[in-house]
């Protein structure tokens, strides 16, 4: 009997280490590992942003802070105008094959162009900014990627977005009077692909949001730190922000934060108990 609570016991670990090791090699970071963000409403005023940024700045180790801005314009009204990078045709994933043979079927399955997932980033997945956002982004210094946004291009992340040196980005209108979407608009820009742990599809310069009809408005600020914010810096910062208003939260990039140890405790502990009363 206790050999039997004790196999049950490590039974029960050996699960609740594989599906730890499972939830962290799924786990996909936001922003850079110890960088820390918050959201900023569309209508946030510059004179605003000055003030989140020197009631925050204090709490954090901060190196620098950039302001994100998002083409999309959904917030000042009922209508919605959304945009975002297109893959190119022969990167989406074909449709799967009819009347296909089993190994038909696993060779669509395993196709790369259907397997491949975007990367999620916290302030979405098209932003606009320079080459201060995109050091930001990246975490340094690009002076080809820079030569394409000062040139009115943009930068994509995800090389199969990239289709002979341009990008296109897809406008999609939902007009609220009449409940519908209407036609979509599809614009054709210089980009270059720039490698990136984490980052939106594409960021584009402010002269490529004027290309495509887009009237910028804050999406958030991100800030470069010199070390990962402890977790009672981050909430400092929160009260501090909170203050100014009670919407207003830090998300601190951390990696991977599973409880393994602390479930291992309680299995160890709860062996010892079984086993202690069976002898």
Known sequence: AIMAAVA???????????????????????LRAGQAALWLGPGTTA???????????????????????????????????TYQAVLPTSQQCPAPPRQATLADMRAWAADPRCTSQPTPFLLGSALVGGSDALRALIGHDDPQADAVLSAGGAVVFDQRYLDGGRVTIERDHDDASTGQDAADDRTSLPAVFVPATTAPQVLLSPAAARTIGAEPAPAGLLFDT??????????????????????LTVHVERGYQGHLDLQLLFL????????????
């Open 8 to 30: 049950g016991s490590v039974a029960a670990g050996i699960y609740v280490a594989s599906s730890d090791l499972a939830s962290k090699q799924a786990y996909q970071p936001l």
């Open 47 to 81: 004179s605003q942003i000055e003030q989140i940024t020197d009631a925050a700045t204090p709490a954090l180790p901060v190196a620098s802070s950039v302001v994100l801005r998002t083409p999309n314009d959904c917030g000042t009204s009922a209508d919605c105008t």
């Open 226 to 247: 010199t070390r990962t914010p402890t977790e009672a810096e981050e909430s400092k910062a929160d009260k501090a922000l909170a203050l100014i208003d009670d919407q």
């Open 268 to 279: 160890i502990i709860g062996a010892a108990i079984v086993t202690a009363r069976k002898t």
